[in-house]
């Protein structure tokens, strides 16, 4: 301010008037973090809904309430829906009815679900989706997908008939990493049969879901002639040979497909307003070098 006063000055204007407009604090209302465990510190620290405690313990810290059974690491192999839903694994209808009175205590807006049946569960680790053959897992998987978009469909039915209308599913699908680059190497014949499972199988040169192939990817629609070979023996390097990073695009593109397909569509069903993210992901393209 002083500045322009004195600049204004400099061309012979003496007299500066301003007005002056009183503007009241505000508080913002939109933001907020959300938290895996208890803001509440007279809580266990740990992710069992029912004990939680005051999940309004703080204004801009919100926990976000976990879909997670009690039998087994809370995946959705441990027990069917029906039985997560009646309380089967739990001993009593306790843990469903914490999910949805925690999430009903929120403020709406800041209603989070995160989906732990999902992130625990063998999404791939499924007989009916590995290479013909072999035991090596398929990226494509869509015998896993038929059985987690039942499961949820069954599970958030319950939830919105209950009223528990989230905001938002938050997931934390990290199981595709055993397709990306660093786990191939050439002193794991497994590792390598799952590259040659994907760049061998029918789907590699095929969209799915809507997604663009996986050679397409790989080969930025032909400009490159990438196949996949150079990913079992490491020959690759960030400037001579990036094959390796338009292989982890397609591996993520993938999944992205079947976190779409299989759980945020599902899931728009029943709420169609209800945002999603899935935790780390990213996106290399062209233009690193």
């Not at 063998?122 to 494509?140: H, N």
Request: proline share 6%; with cysteine.
């Amino acid at each position: 301010m002083a500045y322009v006063v004195n600049l204004l000055r400099s061309y012979g204007i003496q007299r500066i008037y301003f007005d002056v407009v009183e503007t009241p604090i505000s508080t913002p209302t939109d933001i907020w973090a959300a938290t895996w465990f208890p803001p509440d510190s007279t809580a266990p620290y740990n992710t069992s809904p029912e004990d939680f405690g005051d999940v309004n313990a703080y204004t801009y810290v919100k926990p976000l309430i976990p879909i997670i059974d009690c039998a087994g690491d809370g995946g959705y192999e441990n027990s069917t829906a029906t039985q997560f839903i009646n309380g089967t694994s739990c001993g009593g209808s306790f843990r469903i009815d914490a999910i949805i009175n925690k999430l009903k205590d929120l403020p709406q807006g800041k209603r989070a679900y995160i989906l732990t049946r999902v992130n625990q569960g063998p999404v791939y680790d499924e007989i009916a989706d590995r290479f013909p053959g072999t035991t090596a897992q398929s990226p494509w998987a869509g015998a896993a997908g038929i059985t987690i978009s039942t499961d949820l469909t069954t599970v958030f039915t319950r939830l919105g008939a209950s009223g528990a209308t989230p905001d938002q599913i938050v997931i934390d699908q990290e199981q595709r990493g055993v397709f990306f680059n660093y786990q191939f190497t050439g002193s794991s014949a497994g590792f390598n049969a799952r590259v040659f499972g994907i760049t061998g199988s029918t789907f590699y040169t095929s969209t799915w879901y809507g997604m663009t192939s996986w050679q397409g990817i790989l080969t930025q629609n032909g400009k490159y002639n990438f196949d996949g070979s150079s990913i079992p023996t490491e020959n690759y390097h960030p400037q001579t040979n990036r094959e390796y990073i338009f292989w982890d695009r397609a591996n993520t593109a993938i999944s992205a497909a079947f976190l779409n397909k299989f759980v945020v569509d599902p899931i728009k069903t029943i709420f169609p307003n209800i945002k999603s993210s899935n935790y780390e992901d990213f996106i290399s393209d062209d233009a690193i070098s």
